[in-house]
């Protein structure tokens, strides 16, 4: 069985967090946008952002977020279904699947009814319920996929 955490419970630390997302998804001259957004994540009284790891023990084996913008265009559209992520070891055992329920389960309990996502990934989120609503666009211009799904009869 494995554990989903906030980042700010994760025993091993913040900053050693923030290093293991960043090096999935940030590049050389990002890295103090991912030490801010991860650092000012869960905020008491604040709903998101929310930064989360999926464990094998004390292994970090995939992350996601819930985020108030997935630099995206429609920046309308929140929440966000973001930064997920699962190591290639791991992968092929349902575990995207199980951070989008976990990913679900904490929007709802936030209030929220829908979750949105951006991918450039055809077919994969639709096996799981996610309908693609319309294209947007991405802060360097290029145009990519909106999906939401409608979460309120998720468990919680």
């Not at 494995?2 to 923030?18: A, C, K, M, Q």
């Not at 001259?29 to 464990?55: Q, T, V």
């Not at 429609?74 to 989008?100: A, H, N, S, T």
Request: with cysteine.
């Amino acid at each position: 069985m494995y554990d989903i955490v906030n980042v700010i419970n994760f025993s091993r630390g913040i900053e050693t967090t923030i290093k293991y997302i960043h090096n999935i998804w940030g590049n050389k001259s990002n890295y103090p946008f991912y030490y801010d957004a991860i650092m000012h994540s869960s905020e008491e009284g604040k709903p998101l952002p929310r930064f989360y790891l999926m464990l094998d023990g004390e292994k970090r084996i995939g992350c996601y977020a819930l985020l108030t913008n997935d630099l995206i265009s429609r920046q309308d559209l929140y929440p966000w279904f973001g930064c997920v992520f699962i190591e290639k070891d791991y992968r092929g055992k349902q575990l995207g699947f199980e951070l989008m329920k976990h990913g679900a389960k904490e929007a709802k309990q936030l209030g929220y009814s829908i979750l949105y996502l951006t991918t450039d990934h055809d077919g994969y989120y639709e096996k799981y319920g996610w309908i693609r609503i319309e294209d947007g666009f991405e802060f360097n211009g290029d145009r990519t996929r909106i999906y939401k799904m409608d979460i309120r009869n998720c468990e919680s």
